[in-house]
């Protein structure tokens, strides 16, 4: 099993940055990839970034890109999403995911561990 804790949410004017982060526990030997997921009311959940848990690799969603940067600490064992340029419709909760799969997916039911989410709020 793996354990995430996400932290860093809050309320933020738009063009404004937070930084995410998602902390992991437990077998963490078995994770090859974390994202990070978001869902707004009423919308399905959907992906905005991930990164391959020992080679660095990085993936954004086009929604996200050039203003999001996905990194990690493995000594922490802990992801951070970095948010620079907010808009209002990055408003969402936010969730950490791991994946044990070896092939990088977008899919959210393909994700093995979730955290229990973290509400950013970006007011216009």
């Known amino acids: 099993q793996v354990q995430l804790v996400e932290s860093g949410g809050g309320l933020v004017q738009a063009g404004g940055s937070l930084r995410l982060s998602c902390a992991a526990s437990?077998?963490?030997?078995?994770?090859?990839?974390m994202g990070w997921f978001r869902q707004a009311p009423g919308k399905e959940r959907e992906f905005v970034a991930a990164?391959?848990?020992?080679?660095?690799?990085?993936y954004y969603a086009d929604s996200v890109k050039g203003r999001f940067t996905i990194s990690r600490d493995n000594a922490k064992n802990t992801v951070y999403l970095q948010m620079s340029s907010l808009k209002p419709e990055d408003t969402a909760v936010y969730y950490c995911?791991?994946?044990?799969?070896?092939?990088?997916?977008?899919?959210?039911?393909?994700?093995?561990?979730w955290g229990q989410g973290t509400q950013v709020t970006v007011s216009s």
């Open positions: 995911a791991a994946d044990r799969g070896i092939l990088f997916t977008t899919i959210p039911q393909r994700y093995d561990y």
């Open positions: 437990g077998r963490t030997f078995s994770i090859y990839y």
């Open positions: 990164i391959s848990w020992s080679g660095g690799s990085t």
